[in-house]
Nanobody, 116 residues
Framework: VQLQASGGGLVQPGGSLRLSCAAS???????LGWYRQAPGKQREFIAS???????DVASLVEGRFTVSRHNGKNTLDLQMNSLKPEDTGVYYCKAQRKVTPVYTYWGQGTQVTVSS
């Protein structure tokens, strides 16, 4: 399994960014998700979509971030609007399968910096 994240960058507060994760080698029943890690903090859940299209979004970004999955292309997008400085961090893509064969893979991360 390989996960390639892209779309990070520097944006002013109130701005928008769109992240994309391209997954290859995943099997059915794999959930794709976004996590972020701010400097000095633990990695935290942002949003995920199951292979069946069930979406979960963390309350701390709900209403500002939208996640979408395109199964035909095995991609997971994160549209981030109304960005705040506290959204700054490295955003990671994760692929997880909880039925045999069980696996968890992480992408390399993409930096998002929200600053004026």
């Amino acid at each position: 399994v390989q996960l390639q994240a892209s779309g990070g960058g520097l944006v002013q507060p109130g701005g928008s960014l769109r992240l994309s994760c391209a997954a290859s080698g995943i099997m059915g029943a794999t959930t794709l998700g976004w996590y972020r890690q701010a400097p000095g903090k633990q990695r935290e859940f942002i949003a995920s979509v199951t292979s069946g299209g069930i979406t979960d979004v963390a309350s701390l970004v709900e209403g500002r971030f939208t996640v979408s999955r395109h199964n035909g292309k095995n991609t997971l997008d994160l549209q981030m609007n109304s960005l705040k400085p506290e959204d700054t961090g490295v955003y990671y893509c994760k692929a997880q399968r909880k039925v045999t064969p069980v696996y968890t893979y992480w992408g390399q991360g993409t930096q998002v910096t929200v600053s004026s």
